[in-house]
T-cell receptor
Framework: AQTVTQSQPEMSVQEAETVTLSCTYD???????LFWYKQPPSRQMILVIR????KQQNATENRFSVNFQKAAKSFSLKISDSQLGDAAMYFC??????????????WGAGTKLIIKP | NAGVMQNPRHLVRRRGQEARLRCSPM?????VYWYRQLPEEGLKFMVY????????ESGMPKERFSAEFPKEGPSILRIQQVVRGDSAAYFC???????????????FGEGSWLTVV
């Protein structure tokens, strides 16, 4: 079974600085998707960025980018120029691309990101 | 372009009462998923539905919980005879058919917070 691990329960960063949140996963599959979701104090679950495992190029969305290391099964999120509105819980999630359960998202436990003004 | 709509956002029930949570998927999405989030935890898969069909309910407790996605109207997650342990955030998500490229991403609603007193 696939697992997702976020080893940092909490991270803090100074406003305008850069922070990296780590995520590792375990799978025997070769084709899958990885996601970072953000859950602000409003508790809404918001998609931040998505990566297809077959793509070597790291995904980027404005100030958010990932470092996807397939061999190492690592999927870290880098937030540049941190803003107060980035304060939230960040969840890493995995989804198979095939197989019977390819609709299930497997979630990490989350990392709480604190932005210091 | 409305996203996934859930209601109510907050629901308080006394032990033994019934809770009904509603979810309208994004326009054009025919697949609905329900996840539960306990305090300080990531999301856990409960059930996957398509119109008039339950595809996978392996994550849903066998007793007291049921879900439906009728031909017309929203998906309903129903919890009968609620207990304190049912207090959680219940997230609904939707996607197009997963075989489509656009079905790679699952979009979440804002969640429904159930408190059992």
């Amino acid at each position: 079974a696939q697992t997702v691990t976020q080893s940092q329960p909490e991270m803090s960063v100074q406003e305008a600085e850069t922070v990296t949140l780590s995520c590792t996963y375990d799978t025997s599959e070769s084709d899958y998707y990885l996601f970072w979701y953000k859950q602000p104090p409003s508790r809404q679950m918001i998609l931040v960025i998505r990566q297809e495992a077959y793509k070597q190029q790291n995904a980027t969305e404005n100030r958010f980018s990932v470092n996807f290391q397939k061999a190492a099964k690592s999927f870290s999120l880098k937030i540049s120029d941190s803003q107060l509105g980035d304060a939230a819980m960040y969840f890493c999630a995995y989804r198979s691309a095939g197989g019977r359960s390819n609709y299930q998202l497997i979630w990490g436990a989350g990392t709480k990101l604190i932005i210091k003004p | 372009n409305a996203g996934v709509m859930q209601n109510p956002r907050h629901l308080v029930r006394r032990r033994g009462q019934e809770a009904r949570l509603r979810c309208s998927p994004m326009k054009g999405h025919s697949h609905v998923y329900w996840y539960r989030q306990l305090p300080e935890e990531g999301l856990k898969f409960m059930v996957y539905l398509q119109k008039e069909n339950i595809i996978d309910e392996s994550g849903m407790p066998k007793e007291r919980f049921s879900a439906e996605f009728p031909k017309e109207g929203p998906s309903i997650l129903r919890i009968q005879q609620v207990v304190r342990g049912d207090s959680a955030a219940y997230f609904c998500a939707s996607s197009p058919p997963l075989g489509q490229i656009s079905g790679n991403t699952i979009y979440f609603g804002e969640g429904s917070w159930l408190t059992v007193v």
